[in-house]
């Protein structure tokens, strides 16, 4: 059987529950090489797409991506509501009309959801950017889709976190952090940071599916 | 956190019912979050919009109104507004000759704002963007998201929006507002940090013997942390950098703008002023016009920020044309 539109509003759930509780840690991060509102912008967002998920988990994935990136956009701002939102929109048109969605159709969605982060946001690996979490992660899950899901998505995650942690030592290169130059070397960044939390809620959220 | 408010996640709402009662004569508040010049739309006139993230007051909302800005769109503190924002904003402004947005050069505003004239665009709106970015702390590479748009916006929507008053097109409003970024150069300096209401916690720490050179209106830290200096000093290391950038030179006309950061008083920002006259008086430059006091602010940060924007006789017309705001009023 195939992951249905509950199991992924439920990742949507506890990637919402997840990032509320990394809201002070996301803000510190941010707070260090950016302007102190990662933490709270998600969380804003978030809570609103968590309201809208009754009413979206018995319909298909494709709306439930839709309608929770439409709602990142108009509820977070700030670079993290057009990149989310674009991720999730993406994510959407990928499955589209999709009632149970096959480990390959979720890794097409995410390879999707790159481009469309990478488009909108311009940034490539080592702006140390949430691209940087995001590449790896989506590789890794197409290099394990053909096997176990939770395999793939345990590889995903821990793709993410190595992504994240790879570019802490390097020099920002988009966004906010990156006029701090030399001074943003060896801080975490928090979009890396975030999507590490999206890639662990899929693996969680869905650890018991597929 | 000492702040006078009620809590974080009112501020902005209710800061908007404020301007809008008090104001009421200039500006009307519309959903969702949007300060509109009160008699707009203006059939055939170009309508000017920005927008970005709130604790700058008196920009942008306090801007808007005769001979300024049609339209604002405040964000969350420090926070870009969104694409439903900048589209509600284009469409209240839209009297048919199209719509300008001045973009603060921000990753964040500028997806949001790409994506509203896209929106805009679909509903047959002609919208053209302006992007400024005039902080010299910040190298312009491909390394970097380039500079930040700063004071040199304050003056932009003043000059483009006195433009736009007196009929001219779209493109030549938006050709206005690029020279005004083409010619204007800012930098700014932190004494203190400010705290983000809904963090709760200054954004930086710095020492009460310390200063931060070269900081953003975000408190985000600036490139370089110095032992603090006096005034003559502190305005020296930020006018030197702005007259070299473009550079400056003998001859010039320039508009001073010496701007405070929220928690500066005035008494210090013309101590700032004198200096900033003897400097560039002795570079064989003329300050022509000036405006002095706190129009882009970072809540309650203490520090100033000097912007320079070189004057031909086009931009000093639309300077001296007649504005009524919130926050700047003349020649009405």
Known sequence: MGITTADLASVLEVFADRIRAAREELTALDSAIGDADHGINMDRGMTAVRELLPGLRDGDAGTLFKQSGMKLISTVGGASGPLYGTLFLRMGTALADAHEVSTEQ???????????????????????????????????????ADSDLHVALTAAASAAAAGRDRVTPLIARKGRASYLGERSANHQDPGATSTTILFESLRDGLGTSG | MKKLINTPDTLVDEELAGMAAAHADLIRIEAPNVIVRKDAPRQGKVGVISGGGSGHEPMHGGFVGL??????????????????????????????????????????????????????????????AVVMADDVAVKDSLYTAGRRGVGGTVLAEKIVGAAAEAGADLATVKALCQKVQDNVRSMGMALTSCTVPAAGKPTFDIGDDEMEIGIGIHGEPGRERRKLATADEITEA??????????????????????????????ELYVVFRKLHEIVAGRGITIERNLVGNYITSLEMAGCSITLLKLDDELVRFWDAPVHTPALRWGV
């Open chain 1, 106 to 144: 979720l890794a097409a969605a995410l390879r999707a959801a790159l481009e469309g982060v990478v488009q909108r946001g311009k940034a490539v690996l080592d702006d140390k950017t949430m691209i940087d979490a995001m590449t790896p992660a989506v590789e890794a899950f197409e290099a394990a």
């Open chain 2, 67 to 128: 001979g300024m800005l049609d339209a604002a769109c405040p964000g969350a503190v420090f926070t870009s507004p969104v694409p439903d924002q900048m589209l509600a904003a284009t469409k209240a402004v839209s009297g048919g000759a199209g719509v300008l947005h001045i973009v603060k050069n921000y990753t964040g505003d500028i997806m949001n704002f790409e994506i509203a004239a896209e929106l805009a665009g679909a509903e047959g709106i002609d919208v053209e």
């Open chain 2, 238 to 267: 930020l006018a030197t950098p702005i007259l070299d950038d473009m550079p400056f030179q003998k001859g010039d006309r320039v508009l001073a703008f010496v701007n405070g950061m929220g928690g500066t008083p005035l008494i």
